[in-house]
């Protein structure tokens, strides 16, 4: 099983900028990607960004340049940095952990973070 232990969820501004981050333990090894969802009210969750066990990133367009994926492989951790947030991006990120092993995916995730953007 793999553990994901989100945090730095909280209240901003518009225009303000958090960083969320998201600690793997557990069997890790064959983790192949961690991704960054997140889930308005009365909306489907959606993918926000994306980073491989390589390094390749990719992103909704609608964060594009406000938002960072890394991840710190020594920390087992991955983080979100955004930046210039608007009030819809307000909604519960989750984090969550893409592992295959002899051909089976599993996804894990983590309990959520609240982002709350006022306007």
């Known amino acids: 099983q793999v553990q994901l232990v989100e945090s730095g969820g909280g209240l901003v501004q518009a225009g303000g900028s958090l960083r969320l981050s998201c600690a793997a333990s557990?069997?890790?090894?064959?983790?192949?990607?961690m991704d960054w969802y997140r889930q308005a009210p009365g909306k489907q969750r959606e993918l926000v960004a994306a980073?491989?066990?390589?390094?390749?990133?990719t992103y909704a367009d609608s964060v594009k340049g406000r938002f960072t994926i890394s991840r710190d492989n020594a920390k087992n951790t991955v983080y979100l940095q955004m930046n210039s947030l608007k009030p819809e991006d307000t909604a519960v990120y989750y984090c969550n952990a893409v592992r295959v092993r002899l051909g089976i995916r599993d996804d894990f995730w983590g309990q959520g973070t609240q982002v709350t953007v006022s306007s």
């Open positions: 557990g069997s890790i090894f064959s983790i192949s990607a």
């Open positions: 980073i491989t066990s390589g390094g390749t990133t």
